[in-house]
């Protein structure tokens, strides 16, 4: 067993600037959503970069992915397309609205989304399609967009690993999808806690989405406690949620959104030392973006294991946990989970990528706080569990 310290899988950086931000909003007396939610989300239209967009500050990515389905109008008898290799959140936000999901394998190359496997599972129900941007790594979104218009379809971007990635040098949130939607829990590119990020180029769509975000109510706590009519009014319109993002969230996310580019070169600055340092042994390195000169977001660093590895995943992760090193696997597909397996009857085989992939996927430490000497415990950890001393 190592004898240094153990180094988990991931840790958010935060500040002195989030921490005095934080301080002042439990000191103002507002901790709810209230004004500074709202600098937050001016803040985030204003990083992406186009004041067109509207951004609707949320508790999580999965509250997000709801609302955007809400405001879609997706029902029962519905179908929605996404990955089976995703975290269960994306395909359980259409389960919410009654709709039926339909799971599609992955590129094997990217492991993103199969473009021509979602073709071949669009029926006169299919409403929306759902792409993951996996690790960081975009979407090949055109294909998309063309399948989109030929059927008439929706898309909505699960986008909870992609900020601040790019496609063909435009930041994802700013393309055309319907709706796009960021995470900011603890172990993403830039953290509020709990939280996400709700982006809509609709009007109507976004005042559903921020009607339905809190109850349902006409208007914000911040409107009518701040408001010169009387405060005490309100109008439920529809059976909302209780989605919104606290003060207290929103105030970390305006100091981590500043200092989201340098987050971004220190990630990419790992992966680029991970990839010359293990490049030699049998692994298949984390993908590269599609379009040369496209941003990565490196949410996650995801090796898989070679077919001529000398060991297994399971054998390689728990070497690894011997010297110290935390990992994870990304993910566990969603056909093997029993609600997903049972309810819609899928068998391994139909997703032979996937399925490869988990098998053989290890996601390696990947965060800002890592030190020089802390990646290079990670590559000397993972040489010794191949054998490459």
Known sequence: MSQLPFLPYALPEIGEEEIAEVVDTLRSGW????????RFE???????????LEAIAVNSATAGLHLALEALGIGPGDEVITTTHTFTATAEVVRYMGADVKLVDIDPATLNIDV????????PRTKAIMPVHYGGN????DPIYALARKHGLKVVEDAAHALPTTYKGQLIGTLQSDAVVFSFYANKTMTTGEGGMLVLRDKDMAARAKVMRLHGINRDAFDRFTAKVPSWYYEIV???????????????????????????????????????????LPLILAPRPVHAGDQHAWHIYAVRLADDAPVTRDAFIESLFADGIGVSVHYIPLHLHPYWRDRYALQPEQFPHSQKAYERLVSLPLYTRMTDADVERV???????????
């Open 42 to 52: 001016q803040e985030f239209v204003k990083f992406l970069g186009d004041d067109s």
């Open 116 to 123: 021509q496997a979602i073709e071949a599972v669009i029926t």
């Open 379 to 389: 590559i000397a950890a993972v040489r010794k569990a191949l054998g490459r001393v």
């Open 138 to 141: 975009a979407v090949d979104m």
């Open 31 to 38: 901790v709810t959503t209230g004004p500074k939610a709202r």
């Open 238 to 280: 529809a059976p909302g949620f209780k989605y919104n993002l606290t003060d207290i969230g929103a105030a970390m996310g305006l100091h981590q959104l500043k200092r989201l580019p340098g987050f971004q070169a220190r990630r990419e600055e790992i992966a680029c030392r991970y990839e010359a340092a293990l490049a030699d």
